[in-house]
């Protein structure tokens, strides 16, 4: 994997084959990491050319009802930026996975969304998109 951004809790590079920016969560994020580094997810899709992105939430933890909410608003302006695909590998702890799927709810409505338990399936499915 090519890498794009990197910082302590996150890491955010390309993978050629998939030709998919992939996002790793290190740690939970702060609210303003979080919206940060969706940002640069964004500049990211852009700078490579793809609408596909793989997003590894296990180790994000429980996201803030105002990052759902803000998050919901950002789904749009990702589908106008040409974000199409987006595999979500979900975190095992139950609230994780329920406020993510929460926020994506959202995202759904605007990109083609799927949600796996490991790296190795989500590669899977977006290279078949």
């Known amino acids: 994997?090519?890498?794009?951004?990197e910082t302590d809790f996150v890491t955010i590079g390309y993978n050629r084959v998939?030709?998919?920016?992939?996002?790793?969560?290190k740690t939970p994020p702060l609210s303003s990491e979080f919206r940060?580094?969706?940002?640069?997810l964004l500049t990211a899709t852009i700078h490579f050319k793809t609408g596909k992105v793989i997003a590894d939430s296990r180790n994000f933890g429980v996201m803030a009802i105002e990052d759902q909410e803000w998050?919901?608003?950002?789904?749009?302006?990702?589908?106008?930026?040409?974000c199409s695909h987006m595999a979500i590998i979900m975190p095992e702890d139950v609230y994780a996975k329920m406020a993510i799927n929460d926020a994506a709810?959202?995202?759904k409505q605007l990109l083609t969304t799927a949600y796996f338990d490991s790296m190795e399936k989500a590669v899977q499915w977006i290279a078949k998109c």
């Open 18 to 25: 998939v030709q998919a920016v992939i996002m790793a969560w």
């Open 71 to 82: 998050s919901a608003a950002w789904g749009p302006v990702a589908s106008e930026k040409g």
């Open 36 to 40: 940060e580094t969706l940002n640069t």
């Open 105 to 107: 709810d959202y995202a």
């Open 1 to 5: 994997m090519q890498v794009y951004f």
